[in-house]
């Protein structure tokens, strides 16, 4: 039965598949075929929404639909690579301290505690107001550096007992070498926390990242959901009724991607359980 499949056969599981694909759609295909409406017009300032504004106007007049279509690329990106980096620092040197041992596992497991034990999102605004991260790739490293640390104690959970298993046994007794038995032999039984932990990753990135950018401790590049919500602080959107729109469908939309991603990963863990994919 293919991952689709076993997918949809949990409801919520497939609600987060459509609602993920959805917004990856709407993210990066959305503004292949919607042209970009920039313009002010300040006779339209917090328009209500309307057929020719369905979410209504922000505070110079401009469509908030189309800065939802063009402010998800960035948010996505960025949640993306920070989940990436922080699942194979997780995946890599979890593997390795549990194969391995000796004082690399202690080396690991301390600084791995110290990770644990420091309140992120405070690091995150230190660091962010000291260094002001620019681009994808380094706002991605940062906010993946304080991500790793319980997916790495999880993977050399895994480890510890798997490398006893017989299987693991003979491939070293074969001497298929360190990294075949470590991601080809016992990885794979651990699809489940690495697939999950990845899902969940990116919904503390995308908190995280809205978080410094409504701060103002990210510099605004372009257009992206978090950005809307720090210029609606800063122009006062908060205190006109009709501003309502313009606040509320940036928090709705990020809303509704974090959800996608929680109940996508509701549906993962059918895919991963052996008994429901064989039936």
Do not use: C
Not at 33 to 49: E, F, H, K, Q, S
Not at 118 to 145: K, Q, T
Not at 164 to 171: D, F, I, K, T
């Amino acid at each position: 039965m293919s991952t689709i499949a076993v997918i949809a056969r949990r409801p919520v599981g497939l609600i987060g598949l459509i609602g993920v694909g959805s917004f990856v759609a709407l993210a990066y295909l959305g503004p292949l075929v919607i042209p970009l409406t920039n313009t002010v017009d300040i006779a339209n300032i917090y328009r209500t929404p309307s057929l020719a504004y369905p979410l209504g106007t922000d505070f110079q007049g401009r469509d908030v639909l189309n800065q939802i279509v063009y402010g998800g690329r960035d948010i996505l990106s960025v949640a993306f690579l920070a989940a990436f980096f922080s699942t194979a620092v997780a995946v890599t040197f979890g593997s390795l301290a549990a194969t391995l041992g000796g004082k690399l596992d202690v080396a690991i497991l301390a600084i791995t505690d110290v990770v644990l034990t420091v309140p992120h999102f405070i690091v995150l605004v230190v660091v962010a107001a000291i260094f002001r991260p620019e681009g994808f790739l380094v706002l991605a490293l940062l906010l993946a550096s304080l991500q790793w640390a319980g997916l790495l104690r999880q993977v050399r959970a895994q480890i510890l007992s798997l490398k006893e298993r017989e299987y693991v046994e003979a491939a070293r007794s074969l001497d298929l070498g360190l990294f075949h038995i470590i991601f080809r032999e016992m990885l794979p039984n651990m699809a489940s926390y690495v697939a999950i932990h990845f899902i969940f990753a990116m919904t503390g990135t995308v908190y995280a990242q809205v978080g410094l950018i409504v701060l103002g401790l990210i510099p605004l590049s372009g257009a992206n959901w978090g950005s809307m919500l720090y210029l609606a602080q800063s122009q006062g959107a908060l205190y006109f009724s009709d501003s309502f729109w313009y606040i509320f469908s940036p928090i709705l939309a990020i809303s509704l991607f974090q959800l996608s991603l929680v109940a996508l990963s509701a549906g993962l863990e059918d895919v991963f359980n052996p008994r429901l994919r064989a039936s």
